[in-house]
T-cell receptor
Framework: DGGITQSPKYLFRKEGQNVTLSCEQNLNHDAMYWYRQDPGQGLRLIYYSQIVNDFQKGDIAEGYSVSREKKESFPLTVTSAQKNPTAFYLC?????????????FGAGSRLTVL | AQSVSQHNHHVILSEAASLELGCNYSYGGTVNLFWYVQYPGQHLQLLLKYFSGDPLVKGIKGFEAEFIKSKFSFNLRKPSVQWSDTAEYFCAFWVPGGGADGLTFGKGTHLIIQP
């Protein structure tokens, strides 16, 4: 089945450590996104990418980094510079053009900083 | 700035009650509108969408939404809710021709249906 796979599902991290969240899609979508979901805050865009080797900052990119070396993969690194990293992280993908605005989401990764 | 306002953060209803979740957006031009739903433990998924044409759109599981351009609204409705409708609901809009970052989400409404 086509879809988006995020791993790990749950992750615990000590303060000061970087952590990388994986996102893989087999939908042949060009665009990929990372959102952060906090209770009562909705979804906020961290980074997005429309093409391999290119990505743009979203609304809350500080303390995060991404790469897009392959079309299928868009990993997110939560760095020690992120002041409040405990959250639920959602990866999504979409086509570009006419279908660009319909997103397919992964199951999410819940990060807890101890 | 573009934004989406969902009027209720938490809604509690009994089974068979009628549902209406409010959504208003702030943008003066043409928009595409969406409702996404996140059932407990499941992926966020598309419930319904409006691009153009008939302003009353029907989605999965008996949900519908009406686009009222003059009110900048896209309220979600269901005549008779079920316990399985318990979920978080997100309204969103996209500006056609906008970049890939153009999807703006509301803060969500947590709906609880009591048996």
């Amino acid at each position: 089945d086509g879809g988006i796979t995020q791993s790990p599902k749950y992750l615990f991290r000590k303060e000061g450590q970087n952590v990388t969240l994986s996102c893989e899609q087999n939908l042949n979508h060009d665009a990929m996104y990372w959102y952060r979901q906090d209770p009562g805050q909705g979804l906020r865009l961290i980074y997005y990418s429309q093409i391999v080797n290119d990505f743009q900052k979203g609304d809350i990119a500080e303390g995060y980094s991404v790469s897009r070396e392959k079309k299928e993969s868009f990993p997110l690194t939560v760095t020690s510079a992120q002041k409040n990293p405990t959250a639920f992280y959602l990866c999504a993908s979409s086509m570009l053009g006419g279908g660009a605005n319909v997103l397919t989401f992964g199951a999410g990764s819940r990060l807890t900083v101890l | 700035a573009q934004s989406v306002s969902q009027h209720n953060h938490h809604v509690i209803l009994s089974e068979a009650a009628s549902l209406e979740l409010g959504c208003n957006y702030s943008y003066g031009g043409t928009v595409n509108l969406f409702w996404y739903v996140q059932y407990p433990g499941q992926h966020l998924q598309l419930l319904l969408k409006y691009f153009s044409g008939d302003p009353l759109v029907k989605g999965i599981k008996g949900f519908e939404a009406e686009f009222i351009k003059s009110k900048f609204s896209f309220n979600l409705r269901k005549p008779s809710v079920q316990w399985s409708d318990t979920a978080e609901y997100f309204c969103a809009f996209w500006v056609p021709g906008g970049g890939a970052d153009g999807l703006t989400f509301g803060k969500g409404t947590h709906l609880i249906i009591q048996p």
